[in-house]
Every structure is written in structure tokens, then in C-alpha cells.
């Protein structure tokens, strides 16, 4: 069963469209990418599944049905606009919203306690929102998002304002939900935590679907011709190999498209002695470099934004 059905789905603001015919269906236990650069049209999307917008055409199924009030204690959504209240305590936030997700009593108050030590936050429970450090805010954000366990959970920049322990735990946590077979949608800026927790990615711009499918079979389909470069040195020389069809250049590190039939054998033996060469693997093209190539813009910080 599909967790989620969109079907050709539009939704205009003026003569402006911020979605257009986007079609895709979610597997049900599966972690889901969504993708694009600012104003592609993603968190419009995840509204129109939300019921927080209307779509003006098109369809959308959730869990096998129309999206109602009801439905919405099936699903955990974290929002790009994160809502705390800041003068309430962090035990009493939580109670308060799990009782909203139907979860009461001493099955919210263990449920509480459970992911508030996992997330180490056990001895601020008596403590204000306000008080929290905006990691920790975060955390608690998604606490209230997934402690009534839903079926359904829709993340929108979940690893904002996270260190790497916490990114970690986060996407360990992601994973033990696809196991229970929970369905997970999220959009991300990191793309490294795309490549490695998602099955499925849509990328949209402007408004409109440029890529969709099975993760890794998208990644196969661009070959094996991508050269990963760390290295020690000025590597300009690099870009007047005839063999090379495109470079990103990150200083010390590059992403190497090679044209068709080059042989990165003969790429490597142009540079030993030119400069120090830290790592040089031949690969299939990360995610980032599909997604430059797919819609044409150059991020210098190698990031996704909505």
C-alpha cells in the first residue's frame, strides 16, 4: 500500500503557479526525499497534504483516503515554521500536545520520559522553552512530532540547528521507524543524509517535477563516470583536461564529471607529482552533482534550501 498519493496536483497564487501537475506516490515503510531549490514548491506541497492549503486541482490520498481532522493523529508533522510556546515548561509542552495526539495519562507520561532521555534532555523537563538552546528546541520539536507514534511522519528541515551527535541520532531514529514500518517524508538541505536514509527522492523546480524514482537506480543511471578528488596543492590546472566534461571545485576537494569513454586511469597519472592526492575514487555522481545538473544552478555551499 501507498502511505501517500498525490495525483497531478496544482495550486496558484495569482497567476503565479508554486505547484504544477506534480504527481508521486510514497511506499508505505519507506523514507521519502523531497527536493529543490528555494521557492521550488515543496513546503506548498506538504501544506496541500496537510489540508493547511487546498490544491486547486488534482488529488491527494493519505494513508489510503482523503485527509481530514482525524486523520491528522495518524501523522506527525514537523513544520518549517517550528511553534513552541516559549513560557511553558518542557515536560508540561509535551504533556499538553500528547493529550491533543490522543496519548494521556501514564502512557504519555512514560512515552515523555522515554524520549526525553533519549534525546538528553531529561533534566530540563522543569525548565521554559525559552530556556532551551535552539538544538535543543529543535529536538523537542520532534519529540512532540513522533511520541504518539504516528503512521505517517512528515519532517520539513528536520536537521536544522542540530550537531553531528544529534544528526546522527536523528537519522538512527529514522531508520527504526522504517523497521516499525512507519513512512517518512522529508525535505533536507544535507544531502549526504538524503544518500543515506532515503529509498525514494522527487526533485521539484519551479513548481514542476525534473526527477523522480528509486534513489539508487537514479543514481545508475548517470554511470560511473564521476571522479571523487581530495587533494594538497592548486589543482587549476585540472580544468584544462580535455577528458573532463564538468568540475566542481570545492578547494581542496572536487566532484570530476568525465566525458563519455575517458578513462580516469589516465586522469590520475596527469596528476600524480602536480599535487598531493588524499583520496581519488571513480564513482556514480553524488546527489548534489544530479541535482546542479538537473536544474542548472550552482550552490557554492552545497545546499538545498526550500
Known sequence: MNALEIENISKKFDNFYAVKNLSFK????????????????????????MNIIIPDEGNIKVLNQKMDEKMKERIGYLPEERGLYPKMKVGEILLFLANIKGLKGEKARKEINFWLKRFDLLNWKEKKVEELSRGMQQKLQFIVTVIHYPELVILDEPFAGLDPVNTKLLKDIMLEMKEKRRTI?????????????????????????????????????YGKNTVLLDYEGDGSFIKTFPEIEKIDDYGKFMEIKLKE??????????????????????????????????????????????
Open 26 to 49: 510514497i511506499p508505505e515503510g519507506s523514507i521519502y526525499g523531497l527536493l529543490g531549490p528555494n521557492g521550488a514548491g515543496k513546503t506548498t506541497t506538504i501544506r496541500m497534504v
Open 185 to 221: 517524508i522529508f525535505s533536507t538541505h544535507r544531502m549526504e543524509q538524503v544518500e543515506m536514509v532515503c529509498d525514494n527522492i522527487c526533485l521539484i523546480n519551479k513548481a514542476e517535477k525534473v526527477l523522480e524514482g528509486n534513489l539508487s537506480e537514479i543514481k545508475k543511471q
Open 261 to 306: 569513454k575517458a578513462d580516469p586511469q589516465q586522469i590520475l597519472s596527469k596528476l600524480v607529482g602536480k599535487i598531493r592526492i588524499n583520496k581519488y575514487e571513480v564513482k556514480e555522481p553524488t546527489l548534489n552533482a544530479i541535482f546542479i545538473e538537473k536544474v542548472g544552478v550552482r550552490d557554492e555551499k552545497n545546499i538545498i534550501s526550500h
